[in-house]
């Protein structure tokens, strides 16, 4: 049995966002002199990757592509209201919590649809983003011919950009840590199908697991989008984490 | 969560209206920095007889002599730019002055060239054209290569790394590389950065004062010209319609504040340029016509930024709407 957990315009947003900012991590590092210098350009099929005007238009390209995709994200997020990804009051404690019982030093909390340490981690990569995008059309302004901007604007537009760069690309390097942690593996696969087991929901989820219940039964749905015996299984799935704590 | 059609439309044209309102604020912003009252140089080769007849030419060595407290004082011994077994120091050839070297910021080629069925010399004062949308400064990864309000191009050597970026993409490889000086040392100079990037700033500090270059007042036979760009630009333009003659820097990489003015055409230049000057190494500068900026060519790229978000926004609509119109929200 398995749950959906990413809608299309979610696996979407997230494919699109992935592939566009890999693209503008590598091209974007080829904006300093590194890929002659280290025999990047040696490598098969990477020949290009020393040209900066190759690098440059490519970076753009890709930038239309980030920028396309957070503006259809967050008018996503606008018009469905769907803020489970969004911060909320206490969740660097609760991660903190999270933290340690993966130390086996406490219990791991109950979670909505998303863990409050991947709430503050979108946080800062969404941050991070809409940094770069800011700078970066700033700097695409500033290269147009007949644009000047001051001395300190330029240094400081180019310093800031590169400082979100490292961000992000820690964020990236954090995200894609995450699933050297066995519990995080099968959110892996539901990025690609979209459905996750029931059993991982409620484990691993078990305040979402609620909340979808409790929407179905509010929406007055007799069949729930997991199962019929969903409340049922919901109480087993509660008593299973009180037991093991964090079992999953 | 429940979503009628209206509700939908409502809110999708409020996040729509956000989108372009920002943009068009940014719009407004941006379009007032377009700065005025550049200064630039003008050589006329009709005038210059190179100094043939000094040791050094009088703008090269007043060049020298005004720029001696900005030359590097690299620190020895100088590591090779790891993996690349090689590293560039110029410090021991100090006294080089036919090329550009980070210690010699211009040099004159001694041209004979062959027009209109006679032999005649010419001599070009070579340094930095200081363009008006120079891509060394422009692509400079770390902001420090600045064209200033003034027109000169400038580099800052407390910023720079010497990765010699600005050298590979100017059209004419201007800027000279000195290792074992700058910034990199303070990083891991065993692994990254070369050192500091040096070239013609105008006198950048002069004309702030309100003087001249050094090498316009140098020049014996006032074959350096220096005033507003748009002056100079519109000498160079008349005196070429009077006499006939050429001028270069005016259309190159999209327009400079370094004009050249000749009775020659400068295609003729240039390939004595390149037959008696060029030795296959950076420092000496050739004289290519019309020159095309690749960054002057932004429009489909500008637009392509422009429609990103509102296409984001439209798809967005899209999607949500298709889920909604589902009738159950359940993210099937």
């Not at chain 1, 609760?94 to 981690?121: C, T, V, W």
């Not at chain 2, 007849?53 to 060049?63: E, G, I, M, R």
């Not at chain 2, 270069?248 to 999209?254: H, K, L, T």
Request: proline share 6%; with cysteine; net charge neutral.
């Amino acid at each position: 049995m398995k749950i959906k957990r990413h809608n299309t315009a979610i696996r979407f947003t997230h494919w699109v966002t992935a592939m566009s900012i890999f693209v503008l991590l590598f091209t974007g590092f080829g904006q300093m002199p590194v890929y002659k210098r280290y025999y990047v350009d040696q490598l098969p099929g990477l020949a290009w990757s020393s040209n900066f005007l190759a690098t440059l238009y490519l970076h753009y390209l890709a930038a239309m592509a980030l920028i396309f995709i957070s503006a259809y994200y967050v008018t996503y997020l606008i018009v469905s209201k769907r803020w489970d990804i969004i911060p909320r009051r206490g969740d660097f404690k609760e991660s903190m919590q999270i933290f340690a019982s993966m130390l086996g030093l406490a219990e791991e909390p109950e979670n909505d649809k998303y863990l409050a340490e991947q709430r503050l981690a979108f946080a800062v990569t969404a941050f991070s983003v809409m940094a770069l995008i800011v700078t970066g059309i700033l700097k695409v302004y500033k290269n147009l011919p007949g644009m000047e901007f001051s001395v300190g604007t330029v240094f400081w537009l180019a310093q800031i950009h590169n400082l979100f760069t490292v961000i992000l690309l820690l964020s990236v390097i954090v995200h894609l840590a995450a699933f050297l942690i066995k519990a995080n593996r099968p959110l892996v696969a539901s990025m690609f199908t979209g459905y996750i087991d029931r059993e991982y929901v409620i484990h691993r989820h078990a305040a979402w697991w609620d909340k979808l219940n409790k929407e179905h039964r509010e929406a007055g749905l007799t069949s729930p989008p997991v199962h019929p015996e969903a409340v049922l299984i919901a109480e087993q799935g509660k008593s299973c984490l009180d037991k093991t704590g964090n079992s999953s | 969560m429940t979503m009628t059609r209206r509700s939908f439309l409502k809110r999708a044209t409020i996040s729509g209206i956000a989108a372009a309102s920002i943009m068009t604020g940014a719009g407004k912003v941006l379009a007032g920095t377009r700065s005025t009252g550049n200064y630039a140089i003008l050589h006329d080769l009709n005038k210059c007889d190179g100094c043939v007849h000094q040791d050094t030419p009088k703008c090269v060595l007043a060049c020298r002599v005004k720029n001696e407290l900005n030359f590097p004082q690299p620190q020895q011994p100088i590591k090779n730019y790891w993996p690349q077994p090689k590293h560039e120091d110029w410090s021991g050839k100090r006294h080089v002055t036919d090329r550009l070297t980070p210690y010699n910021w211009t040099y004159v080629q001694h041209l004979e060239v062959e027009h209109q069925g006679k032999k005649i010399e010419v001599h070009v004062p070579r340094k930095c054209m200081h363009c008006d949308n120079p891509p060394c400064s422009t692509l400079c990864p770390f902001g420090v290569n600045d064209k200033t309000a003034e027109g000169p191009v400038v580099i800052n050597p407390k910023g720079c790394f010497g990765g010699a970026k600005c050298r590979d993409v100017c059209p004419w490889h201007i800027p000279q590389r000195q290792g074992g000086v700058g910034l990199y040392l303070e990083v891991v100079p065993d692994l990254a950065g070369g050192g500091v990037m040096y070239k013609c700033d105008m006198c950048h500090d002069l004309i702030k004062q309100g003087q001249q270059p050094a090498c316009v007042n140098a020049c014996p036979r006032n074959a350096i010209m220096f005033g507003p760009q748009y002056e100079l630009h519109e000498y160079a333009q008349n005196w070429a319609r009077q006499n006939q003659g050429y001028v270069y820097g005016d259309e190159e990489n999209g327009g400079t504040a370094n004009f050249y003015i000749s009775m020659i055409p400068f295609e003729v230049i240039n390939l004595a340029i390149i037959d008696q000057d060029l030795d296959g190494t950076t420092g000496r500068v050739d004289m290519a016509v019309n020159i095309e900026n690749p960054l002057d060519e932004p429009g489909n790229i500008l637009s392509g930024l422009l429609m990103a978000p509102v296409a984001g926004v439209l798809a967005a609509g899209i999607s949500t709407y298709q889920i909604m119109k589902g009738g159950n929200d359940v993210e099937d």
